[in-house]
């Protein structure tokens, strides 16, 4: 069991010292989710997951969308981008634009995330906002490789967890040193 008091204790100086209670409550489920199925990995992967979900959601503690005018995410939906995300259309862009703790992007990768977790995402993009659904994709999603197809056991390597590197599972090395910071601070909170 994760020391809930130590853990909140030392995730509120990276929230300007105070967490709302939706920041509390989001945390809470993040951290049920790592004690009722996933607490047999590695706690240095759940330390990964918050660093990433801390970066990718503008510190919130908050699944959120993307930013970006509406007009930013025709990159997606046309050329070799589109295809990579599977999108098949140009407005497809926008609507499979970045949502979540990981910033699910892509039809391709809604459609995944639907048959892997049992929600329909492509139908109703939103759902990936709810925190419990969120959630589901973090831990999943990053376990198994879904977005890069590079996971968290790559990056463990004798025993030793490589958090620079480990960005290659949501995006190459965009900010790695700074989420690998990241990491340090949440598997300190996780670790007592």
């Known amino acids: 069991m ?8 030392a995730v509120r100086p990276m929230h300007g010292d105070k967490l ?15 004690e009722a199925k996933w607490s047999d990995l590695p706690i240095e992967y759940f330390a990964y997951m918050l660093a990433t979900l801390h970066h990718e959601c503008a510190k919130t503690v ?9 007009t930013y995410f025709a990159k997606y939906g046309k050329g070799t981008l589109a295809k990579l995300l599977g999108n098949t259309a140009l407005a497809d862009g926008y609507a499979f634009r970045g949502r979540g703790w990981v910033q699910l992007t892509g039809r391709r ?24 659904i969120a959630t589901k994709i973090l831990f999943n999603g990053m376990t198994e490789g879904w977005f890069t197809t590079k996971r968290l056991r790559d990056y463990m390597v004798k025993g030793v967890f490589q958090p620079v590197n480990a960005r290659r599972i949501i995006n190459g090395t965009d900010k790695a040193a700074l989420i690998a910071g990241y990491y340090a601070s949440f ?4 670790t007592k």
Do not use: M
Request: no cysteine; charged share 20%; aromatic share 12%.
């Open 2 to 9: 994760i020391n809930r008091k130590h853990f909140f204790d």
């Open 20 to 34: 709302s209670s939706k920041q509390v409550v989001n945390y809470s489920v993040l951290l049920n989710e790592w």
């Open 62 to 70: 908050e699944p959120i969308t993307e930013f970006g005018p509406k």
């Open 109 to 132: 990768n809604y459609y995944v995330a639907s048959k892997k977790i049992g929600v329909n995402l492509v139908a109703n993009p939103d759902l990936a906002l709810d925190p419990t």
């Open 187 to 190: 598997l300190k909170a996780l």
